[in-house]
C-alpha cells in the first residue's frame, strides 16, 4: 500500500484536485493499494470525488476515538468513519502519541474499535532518536507491539516511522530499514505464523529516495507525509512502487 497523509493541510479543493489528477496518473494495481488520509472535515467531499470518478483510491482517515459515543467534545467515531465509507484509519501516529498523550491502553481501545467495526488500522509505531543512539530500537519497537494480538493481525498493517525521520528530511538508511523490518516481521511471525503482515515505512519518504526504500527487503509499501501533498510526485511514487 502506498499512503497519504495530509495531516493539517490543504482545502476541499485541493484534496479534489489531488483525487482528480492523482487517479488519472496512476497506473492502478489492485494489490497495491492507493489511499488517501485528509483531514477529518474532508472525508465526506474527498469520499464523493472518488466515487463521482469512480476512483481506485482508498479513503483512510487519520483519527478515530477510542470511545464509541458520550460525551467527548470533537471526537470522531468508527461509525462516523463508516458513514463516510472509510476503510482505513491510521492508529498510534507518532504526532498524535505525543500530541494527545496517548498510551498503550488508549491505542488498545481504538484499535478494537477500528476493527470491531471493520475499518482496517494502519498502526504506527517508530523510536525517537535518543533511543535509537541508545541502540534500544528494538526494545522500544517491541513495547509498542505488546498490544497487539494474533486476532489482531487479520486486521492491520504496520507503519513503521522512525520519529527523527518524520518530516525532518531525514530517511533512515536501506541497512536499518531492513533490519527493523525484519525484527518486526518475526516479532508478528512469533504472535501468528499464519499471517504475512505487511510492513510500510513512513519518514521523508520523497521521490529521490523512495526507490531504494522500496527495494528493501521486507518493505510492503509506504506511508508519506510532505512529498505526498504534490498529486505529480505521490503518482510517480505510487507507478514506481
Ligand atoms: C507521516 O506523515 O507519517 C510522515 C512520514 O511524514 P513525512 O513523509 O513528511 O516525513
Redesign the pocket.
Known sequence: MIVS?W?MNGTKSDIEHWVNKVSNKIDYKSHIKCIICPPSCYLDSTRQVISKIDSPIKLGSQEIDSTNSGALTGGINAQMLKDFSTEYV?IG???QRDHLNEDNITLRFKLDSAIQNGISAIF?IGEPAEVKLAGNTENFLSEQLEILTPDDLDFITI?Y?PIW?????L?ADKKYIESIHQFIKTYLNKLNKEKNISVVY?????LENCEDILSCNNVDGL??????LDPDTFSKIYNIS
Open positions: 497523509n495531516k491510521l501516529h507518532s504526532e504506527c507503519a516511522e525521520a518524520i518530516g525532518t528530511g530517511n513512513g519518514g521523508s519518504v520523497k506511508l508519506i507525509g510532505g512529498a505526498s
